[in-house]
């Protein structure tokens, strides 16, 4: 068996996934690894580029040693981004209320003759 992980693009907060095989094909002349694997009774192959390829081999321990490493920085990452979350979601509800306050206080004073507003004469 081998064990496989390879990067992820397209979503921001997994970076990676990882996963064991049976068999792969791979050449020099190639820029792919293509993973064989069995689907529902039948055989199924993926292509990978071997630039997102971050490990590729037998040794499961050393595999899961490195899947947990990641787990752990990513963990960490996660909850910072999950605090800098909260802190904009607070902010966000600090800039509501401070607008909503300035806008009421404007609103208060526009008829006033010094504050050239059209609506006072509609």
Excluded at 85 to 101: D, G, I, R
Excluded at 109 to 116: A, H, L, Q, Y
Aim: with cysteine; charged share 30%; proline share 4%.
């Amino acid at each position: 068996m081998y064990y496989v992980i390879k990067k992820q693009h397209a979503t921001p907060l997994s970076t990676f996934i990882y996963f064991p095989v049976p068999k792969y094909i791979a050449s020099k002349n190639n820029a792919n690894v293509i993973f064989e694997f069995m689907k529902n009774g039948k055989p199924e192959r993926k292509w990978v580029k071997k630039e997102d390829i971050v490990l590729l081999t037998e040794d499961k321990e050393f595999f899961l040693k490195t899947v947990k490493n990641f787990k752990s920085v990513e963990k960490i990452q996660q909850k910072l981004i999950d605090a800098a979350q909260e802190q904009l979601n607070q902010s966000v509800v600090n800039f509501t209320k401070t607008m909503k306050a300035e806008i009421d206080k404007f609103s208060e004073i526009r008829d006033t003759s010094d504050i050239p507003c059209m609506l006072k004469n509609l």
